[in-house]
């Protein structure tokens, strides 16, 4: 059973979370707050910390722009991004990738990374989406808990450096649906 789940912005906590569109506006926060977790104390969550030539190649990516099979879920306090999430289609017509989200460290510890995970689960749901992979440090106990809190499962070692793959095979599962409509709706 494919579940729509409606997308409502978020005003909870004097934060809205919404899909970003192609506007220029929007890939450019996407750019801005990238490159800081590429770039800042969080980096190794993201493997450049012994890759420092990819951080200028991540910089100078033109592969960012947005399609039915990709999408970025931009969080906003007032104006100002402070998070970023993205997600893209596998091969596979029902299988996703949710890549790696990031908040800004002054906006860490009040939920918006759990409402802007399940965001992007929400939209996967929207776009047909069923199964969901992602890779995760294994230092990384924060995102692990939030991806384990929605029922994802670890799949594999050896997903990045450090790090596993976890999987949640049914997004669609009425049990997860509930739970990314209790994130999104709580105060």
């Avoid at 017509?93 to 860490?108: F, K, L, P, S, V």
């Avoid at 996967?124 to 995760?136: E, H």
């Amino acid at each position: 059973m494919k579940h729509h789940i409606p997308e409502e912005p978020m005003e909870k906590l004097a934060v809205s979370v919404r899909l970003a569109t192609s506007s220029p506006e929007d890939l450019e926060a996407f750019k801005e707050l990238r490159h800081l977790a590429l770039t800042g104390k969080d980096s190794e969550m993201f493997g450049m910390s012994s890759h420092p030539e990819q951080v200028e190649e991540e910089r100078n990516r033109t592969d960012l722009e947005l399609s039915e099979n990709k999408f970025i879920v931009l969080s906003f306090e007032s104006s100002r991004a402070i998070g970023i999430g993205i997600a893209r289609k596998r091969e596979k017509e029902d299988d996703w990738w949710m890549g790696a989200g990031y908040i800004r460290e002054d906006c860490r510890g009040r939920g918006i990374g759990k409402k802007m995970f399940a965001k992007r689960l929400q939209e996967i749901i929207n776009r047909g989406g069923r199964k969901v992979t992602l890779a995760v440090k294994a230092v990384n106990a924060k995102s692990i808990h939030i991806a384990e809190s929605f029922g994802f499962k670890k799949v594999d070692e050896g997903a990045s450096d450090e790090g596993f793959y976890m999987q949640l095979e049914n997004v669609n599962n009425p049990e997860v649906v509930k739970k990314i409509n209790e994130v999104l709706n709580a105060g």
